[in-house]
């Protein structure tokens, strides 16, 4: 397992923040989106700026990162948030994604969040993994909920699968 640090990530971490984002987006089964957003303030905007963070390595390269997005607007879903969490291709199966994991639900404990939701490529076999090993159960499928607009699976109709973690210390037992 690789040594990792954690600090919040800035605005000066934007280019490889997105450059590990566009090595998820190219496997076709990272997410939706065809590319990066724009700029680090386009990015960063709707997201929980306390739950989002990187992780270093021993070396001080960025080996993965994660981000928390709400839910929703609505203030009875205020401790609902949505996991982003990307491995760099060249720091996969080394542990990273689990100790971004642990590290997410630390923080978005202390941030008052009660569940963490991720929603899958039903085929990131990896990623749907990792989720269950941190306690997050299957919810439901969502069929054909979304087309690709680009990449190695564009323009086909993709599924996905939504999983969620239910705090023990925060909010409801």
């Not at 090595?23 to 960063?44: K, L, P």
């Not at 928390?68 to 996991?83: D, H, I, N, Q, T």
């Not at 990131?124 to 069929?143: D, I, M």
Request: aromatic letters at 10%.
């Amino acid at each position: 397992m690789t040594k990792l640090s954690f600090r919040i990530m800035a605005e000066p971490d934007w280019p490889e923040v997105k450059r590990i984002y566009e090595e998820g987006i190219a496997t076709g089964h990272g997410t939706f989106e065809s590319g990066a957003a724009e700029s680090w303030q386009a990015f960063i905007e709707p997201k929980i700026a306390a739950c989002c963070f990187v992780a270093t390595d021993e070396t001080g390269a960025m080996a993965g990162w994660a981000a928390l997005s709400p839910f929703s607007k609505r203030k009875v879903y205020a401790g609902v948030g949505e996991v982003a969490l990307y491995v760099a291709a060249a720091q996969r199966s080394r542990g990273v994604g689990s100790a971004l994991m642990t590290e997410m639900i630390r923080r978005s404990e202390e941030q008052g969040f009660w569940t963490l939701q991720g929603v899958t490529f039903p085929e990131n076999a990896a990623s749907v993994g990792l989720q269950q090993k941190h306690g997050f159960r299957l919810v439901g499928r969502r069929e054909r909920i979304g087309r690709m607009p680009g990449g190695p699976h564009a323009g086909q109709w993709r599924d996905t699968v939504l999983l969620e973690r239910r705090s023990k210390t925060v909010g409801p037992s």
